[in-house]
């Protein structure tokens, strides 16, 4: 994050437009920081060009986990270490098990999920969020530019986004 | 928008007239089979049911019984009427298998289509037409359950609590147990459920497919909120009648047991081979070049439907399942040693559990699977098998204890009952438009994303 500091912003009231914008610049070679928008926009991940999310890969890595976890401590501790014999079965009775390897799974798997997306969206608690324009809570869509990792000019960059339909075109600068 | 209609073609019209009369040269064969081979029949009997304290078969002829194997007290059954030949049995099992299965195909289609509009969905509106039709097999199950049943009843081949004996408190078949649920289970009442049951099925289905029929013409939100106002109303009655008709057509098989899981458990079965059936008829007809308003996203939700199912089954089944073996009260336990605990059948219990739980779970998991027919045409037919030998389980060892088998006859069965639910669904399907033109819901159907 250090260095970004110097951002062109292009301000949109409306999602079908913000859409067509976003292809219409990066079409014209734009390389796109971010967009923010009050609710969520349909499809706005593939005009963004954005690689399907891997957390679904993290959440069954963590399931796996989580019931190799709990198969590991209940046979460790019924089965081998303290030998229990409960209803008259084996020590290792897996169908007694599979109660607490279900919750156990489910548990690492969404904590897994939950801690991973905080930390790759930078979502810790000290975080100092950067407000581009506070009307992104409101009913503006802001798509926001880094002019250090863009090749465009300014004005070029600015000309794109009135072109393609924003309403309004701003400069924000951070600390 | 184009109306689309499904052409039922000659060339379908044969594969499944083909698989028909392959069925019946099967079932012909089969039965031959088991006629031939089926003298040593109760030499098996006993070993599976050491433990029962109860004379759960009916049949048995006590005399062979005790010669077959000398640990068998509960069998001493004194003067025991002598049971059908194998093969009869064998048959009945098996038709009764297919009907109570396909009747559940049936009735998961108007349930489907009667679950979209009380709960308004609007993702659905493109593909309910096909579940609707499944419902034409309502009047036809009606039939051959009955058939069947009368066949069961004088030939005492399916339901032991049939023998009149077993409620006569002088008889020495006298069974205290089957007795004591005489104000549920008798023929009377039986019959009169079963009547109610496919009455109201049959009733509300024919109800909602008239007003989604009147829709194509007229139009408008009215025919709308009419089915949804008649979906409502099904819902309470199938809610009701799934679960008893669950208990009556299976449960009531092995008579000294019960579950309080077993509605739940039928349902869940059901209602995931059901959701298989029309995922796997919409993505066949989708490849065929129909259902121009379906699209990815729609596979998703009936995929997601798939999987998500598939592990109520398996939920639904492990509480059955976990309760009664942490318990481990011998009345309650001995449905699984029938079943688990039985060389005869343990093979089948954890083909059941890999076919309709672990296959698809694997199968299913990624989001790619759901969205693309390629695997869906795969684990849709597993689920589809997956389920009918969920009901072989259920069903076959109250019935035909160590006497039950899988062979030409179980697959011929299955094929002609198959081929022929396919013929009524399709050839209905093919007489009325594929898809709701004029369903309020439609545009919001097109424009489903996820």
Request: hydrophobic share 50%; net charge negative.
């Amino acid at each position: 994050m250090e260095g970004d500091k110097n951002f062109v912003l292009g301000i949109y009231d409306d999602e079908d437009v913000l859409l067509k914008a976003i292809s219409k610049v990066r079409g014209a070679g734009l390389k796109i920081h971010e967009v923010y928008s009050p609710f969520p926009v349909h499809g706005i991940d593939d005009v963004l060009g954005y690689k399907r999310s891997r957390l679904s890969v993290v959440a069954f890595l963590f399931g796996l986990l989580g019931t190799s976890l709990a198969l590991t401590m209940q046979i460790g501790m019924l089965g081998i270490d303290w030998p229990m014999i409960i209803g008259g079965k084996d020590h290792i009775a897996i169908p007694d098990f599979i109660p607490v390897t279900f919750e156990l799974t489910v548990l690492l798997a969404s904590f897994g999920m939950v801690g991973t997306f905080m930390i790759i969206s930078n979502l810790k608690p000290w975080a100092k969020p950067r407000i581009f324009d506070l009307r992104i809570t409101d009913d503006k869509h802001v798509v926001a530019v880094d002019l250090a990792k863009n090749d465009l000019s300014e004005e070029q960059i600015k000309g794109l986004f009135s072109e393609s339909g924003a309403s309004e075109v701003n400069n924000k600068d951070f600390e | 928008m184009i109306e689309e209609k499904y052409e039922f073609t000659s060339g379908a019209k044969k594969t499944l007239f083909i698989t028909i009369a392959v069925g019946i040269v099967f079932t012909i064969i089969g039965l031959l089979m088991v006629g031939s081979g089926g003298h040593h029949e109760e030499a098996g009997h006993g070993d599976g049911h050491a433990i029962e304290q109860h004379n759960v078969s009916g049949d048995s002829d006590s005399s062979v019984v005790l010669t077959a194997s000398g640990d068998t007290e509960g069998h001493a059954e004194a003067g025991g009427h002598h049971g059908p030949a194998v093969w009869v049995k064998r048959l009945i099992t098996n038709l009764w298998i297919n009907n109570i299965y396909f009747v559940g195909l049936a009735l998961i289609g108007v349930f489907f289509f009667t679950l979209q509009y009380a709960t308004q969905a609007g993702w659905s509106a493109g593909v309910v037409r096909i579940p609707l039709a499944f419902g034409n097999w309502l009047p036809i199950a009606a039939v051959l359950m009955a058939v069947v049943f009368v066949v069961a009843w004088l030939s005492h081949s399916l339901f032991h609590w049939m023998d009149a004996s077993l409620f006569d408190p002088l008889s020495a078949n006298f069974d205290p147990i089957v007795a004591g649920k005489s104000w549920y289970l008798n023929k009377v009442f039986y019959i009169a459920r079963f009547i109610v049951f496919f009455g109201g099925w049959y009733f509300f289905f024919k109800k909602v497919a008239k007003i989604a029929y009147e829709e194509d013409i007229t139009g408008g939100v009215e025919k709308w909120k009419q089915i949804r106002k008649w979906s409502a109303g099904f819902l309470v009655f199938f809610a009701v009648s799934s679960s008893m008709s669950a208990w009556d057509w299976v449960m009531s098989i092995d008579v000294h047991w019960f579950s309080t899981m077993f509605g739940w458990y039928v349902f869940a079965s059901w209602w995931v081979s059901g959701l298989a059936l029309i995922t796997f008829i919409v993505v066949l007809l989708k490849d065929k070049g129909y259902l121009s308003v379906v699209n990815q996203n729609h596979i998703h939700d009936l995929g997601k439907f798939v999987f998500a199912f598939s592990v109520f089954w398996t939920y639904i089944w492990f509480s059955q399942f976990l309760l009664i073996y942490y318990a481990h009260i011998p009345e309650e336990t001995i449905y699984f040693v029938d079943r688990w605990k039985s060389d005869h059948y343990a093979p089948v219990f954890f083909i059941n559990l890999i076919l309709n739980f672990f296959l698809p779970f694997l199968l299913l998991m990624t989001r790619d699977s759901k969205r693309h027919s390629r695997i869906l045409k795969v684990v849709c037919p597993i689920i589809l098998l997956g389920h009918w030998v969920d009901f072989y389980l259920m069903i076959t060892p109250g019935t035909l204890q160590n006497d039950g088998g899988f062979g030409l006859l179980e697959i011929g069965l299955l094929a002609i009952y198959a081929g022929s639910f396919l013929f009524v669904v399709l050839s209905n399907l093919a007489k009325k438009p594929l898809v709701a033109n004029n369903h309020p819901m439609l545009q919001e159907s097109l424009n489903h994303h996820i």
